[in-house]
């Protein structure tokens, strides 16, 4: 799902959601991607300032109810404020019967205004069975660093669904990054970004679905659309089987040259 | 320098070699890299049993004085056998007086091939200053490996000559892995392959130099060229500006993570 989002407008959001979702089953999807902190809207210093973290469990139960009702899985992202008191940017996994299968928080925060509002998490992505595929999530900005792909791929992921928010201006990123990233980790990466302006922000659209073999299975324009892409159960094992990236890595060796 | 070799035709491929100095001088280029293992051909087990290895002093001799004479910088990829007799696949900067500036062996081997007749060797890429530039070198299947470039970039590389002996098929390499290794770690990459048929392998031809934005500033067609581009003494320094990816890793996490 690329679409734009309307800045703390959590009813017009979950419409959107809701109807994407509906129109998403009925072709026969089995999960929907949706853009960075989406159901809220992508402005970090109003959020941290205006958004009351105690409504955001009922924004959950709506956004599983989404999901049941129309029986898909669903990819979102939404604030979650931890035990402590840090604000975080989250993404959330749950299956078409509206349980949640995955948690995953942002490691890498991008610029100033996401430093201010939000605090860095520290866990790397985890992985989980889904639809009989291994799926784990990272957020925006995460992808754009090899490393953080690489430890969803050595955790066992052959899918990878990333919610982001990238600006216009960073063609390059889905463009080339994405690309490699899915080859170089041989992996399915779908990579659901925002459209148009909010917050002043003008998004680029372009969101992608590459294959293990660094194809485009799918890539949208810069306005809101719901981009699909069937994907090859045994793609992943193929792609390893052909060039052995992930076994022909040298770690031992990465850790003595200090990265 | 993009060419087909003579397998074991060392004055054949140093005559290719030395035309290319001098055309690639005359154009005003400040270097030359060539693709891996060109002065004795592409040809692992070949080389290793009929590779006399006590010519190749005089090789990199024959090499030096191609450089000096044309007063060009030369990157040129021959085997070396170490001390403890293990061959490796090595890579070898020289500056415009012919003066070695920067040698490096290949850390990640291809194919049964390169695995039965050489060693992989364990030493991290190492940076010279070379013309102004921060200059290092990996080799082939090595630049596949975002690891080998991090490394590279984290000891301050802006400049990478990549040899390489890359088959036809794998055009994503240098279409998508290559653009995305100079925009994630932020630095020029000049990847020089063969063309061509050497012992049975066909090469894809298709060098690239990719820039730390991500662009393509020179590709290469299938056959035999010498391929130009201009690099920017500040581009480095400018792209980890708009985005500072180096900067901005958490080296600690991924270690932490097991990666």
């Not at 599983?64 to 975080?88: K, M």
């Not at 990238?166 to 990579?191: C, D, K, M, N, W």
């Not at 159960?233 to 031992?252: I, K, M, S, T």
Request: aromatic share 6%; glycine share 10%.
């Amino acid at each position: 799902m690329q679409a734009n989002a309307r800045v703390l407008d959590v009813d017009a959001n979950c419409a959107a959601l809701d109807a994407a979702a509906q129109a998403a089953a009925a072709d026969g999807a089995a999960v929907l991607v949706t853009p960075e902190l989406f159901p809220v809207g992508y402005a970090p210093l109003r959020l941290r300032t205006d958004l009351d973290p105690s409504g955001l469990p009922a924004i959950r139960e709506t956004l599983s109810g989404i999901a049941r009702r129309h029986g898909i899985g669903l990819a979102y992202s939404l604030p979650a404020v931890t035990d402590r008191g840090n604000w975080h940017i989250t993404s959330t996994l749950v299956d078409a019967t509206g349980t949640e299968l995955l948690n995953y928080a942002k490691v890498h925060l991008f610029g100033d205004g996401e430093r201010e509002a939000f605090s860095p998490a520290e866990t790397g992505p985890a992985v989980v069975d889904f639809n009989g595929f291994r799926t784990s999530m990272v957020i925006c900005y995460d992808v754009e660093f090899p490393e953080a792909v690489r430890a969803a791929a050595l955790a066992g992921a052959e899918l990878l669904l990333v919610p982001t928010a990238l600006a216009h201006g960073f063609e390059t990123v889905p463009q080339v990054l994405l690309r490699a990233r899915a080859l170089e980790s041989q992996l399915t990466i779908a990579y659901a970004n925002h459209s148009g302006n909010e917050d002043g922000c003008e998004f680029l659209g372009g969101s992608v679905i590459a294959g293990p073999d660094g194809s485009l299975l799918a890539a949208a324009g810069p306005g809101a659309e719901l981009l699909y892409a069937e994907v090859d159960p045994d793609a992943a094992r193929n792609a390893r089987g052909v060039v052995p990236y992930l076994r022909e890595r040298r770690p031992e060796l990465y850790r003595s040259w200090g990265i």
